[in-house]
């Protein structure tokens, strides 16, 4: 009797048949999720023209460089041959931090609008939040460029001189170039021309802009100044999300490209859905000098000391000798001024000063 009484007891409390438990959906729900934003990271990815991206530890420092090659001076038939000299100096480094995001959805959210929409709702706006991070250290790293190209009045013209400062930089080498501008300059020219515009990753870009490339569009470069750098010369890195202590401690559902790792579960405490992210990429300049820094508004050209004429620099074509002994100017912060290089730099524009 007290048999069949225990037996009947467990049955009351047994679970019902085909009912929908926590990993019935969490699993699903991070799935999608995962997928969203892996897919949005792959196509800046795509757009951005990066191949590969780097899987690192979470901790590694990233860094960037500066390149310069001085070449020495040619000697006569039977002399010594000078050596050149090539130099790779750190610029700066990008420490690659665990990337981790929390937030609750609660149980009166659910009930209001029901599980999938109170849920996807919340977790789009972390995933703009999420973007916004990406963004902000891409675009710190792109304005902080040491490469200059001379100012120009309009937007076109300067991202033309950037354009031309890119030829000088990457001579001899196949690559694309490619440009960030700020929006409100953008604004600007677009309300008096015709130009396409789409939105990916909350990027908005204009394939082919002016015939010289993609240009992306973003208020994360103040007003007035222009970048441009060539897709070979960007990088992607990125802290697994696959496999691991941390996948496993954490029940992580990623990605294919395991670029995030997400898992959603209940919060009994607070009655809420607990969604958690891991997600942590970089973009990043390889060189830093091989971005280059434009700005607009400026005169082109400068006036001379005895006033009302203009002067115009123009870009010398394979320099040669001696640029100081030649009177050179060079661009240092939006202005020219007399080189002092006894040398020619590797990678570094020259001009000369025309009245």
């Not at 038939?77 to 100096?89: A, C």
């Not at 029940?251 to 997400?262: I, K, M, W």
């Not at 942590?280 to 280059?292: C, K, L, M, N, R």
């Not at 050209?301 to 074509?317: D, I, L, R």
Request: with cysteine.
């Amino acid at each position: 009797m007290n048999a069949n009484r225990k037996l009947m007891n467990l049955q009351l409390f047994a679970v019902p048949d085909n009912i929908n438990q926590t990993g019935d959906i969490a699993p699903v729900i991070s799935m999608d999720f995962a997928n969203r934003i892996g897919q949005n990271i792959a196509t800046l990815q795509r757009i951005l023209g990066i191949v590969n991206m780097v899987p690192m530890a979470a901790g590694t420092l990233i860094k960037i460089y500066k390149e310069t090659v001085t070449l020495a001076d040619q000697v006569a038939e039977g002399e010594e041959i000078k050596l050149s000299k090539v130099k790779r100096v750190l610029d700066r480094t990008i420490e690659l931090g665990l990337g981790k995001y929390l937030k609750e959805t609660t149980a009166e959210l659910i009930q209001q609008v029901g599980r999938d929409r109170a849920i996807n709702r919340t977790d789009e706006l972390l995933i703009r939040e999420i973007r916004k991070a990406i963004k902000k250290t891409f675009f710190d790293t792109i304005a902080a460029g040491t490469g200059t190209a001379p100012a120009g009045s309009t937007l076109q013209k300067a991202l033309a001189n950037v354009w031309g400062a890119l030829q000088h930089r990457y001579e001899d080498m196949d690559v694309t170039p490619i440009y960030f501008v700020s929006s409100d300059d953008v604004a600007t020219y677009l309300g008096d021309a015709n130009v396409s515009t789409q939105t990916l990753f909350g990027f908005t870009y204009i394939e082919n802009f002016l015939g010289i490339g993609s240009a992306f569009v973003h208020p994360g470069l103040k007003k007035g100044q222009v970048a441009g750098t060539v897709v070979e010369n960007l990088n992607g890195a990125y802290v697994p999300a696959t496999g691991g202590d941390l996948a496993d401690a954490f029940d992580l559902t990623a990605d294919e490209s395991g670029l995030v790792g997400v898992t959603h579960n209940p919060k009994t405490g607070n009655a809420s859905i607990d969604t958690l992210i891991f997600c942590s990429v970089v973009f990043y300049p390889e060189y830093i000098d091989g971005v280059i820094i434009g700005k607009i508004g400026e005169a082109e050209g400068g006036e001379s000391e005895g006033g009302g004429t203009e002067t115009t620099y123009t870009a010398v074509e394979n320099p040669t000798g001696n640029p100081a002994g030649q009177g050179w100017y060079e661009l240092v912060e939006g202005e020219y001024v007399l080189t002092e290089d006894t040398t020619v730099t590797s990678g570094k524009t020259y001009y000369v000063a025309s009245v």
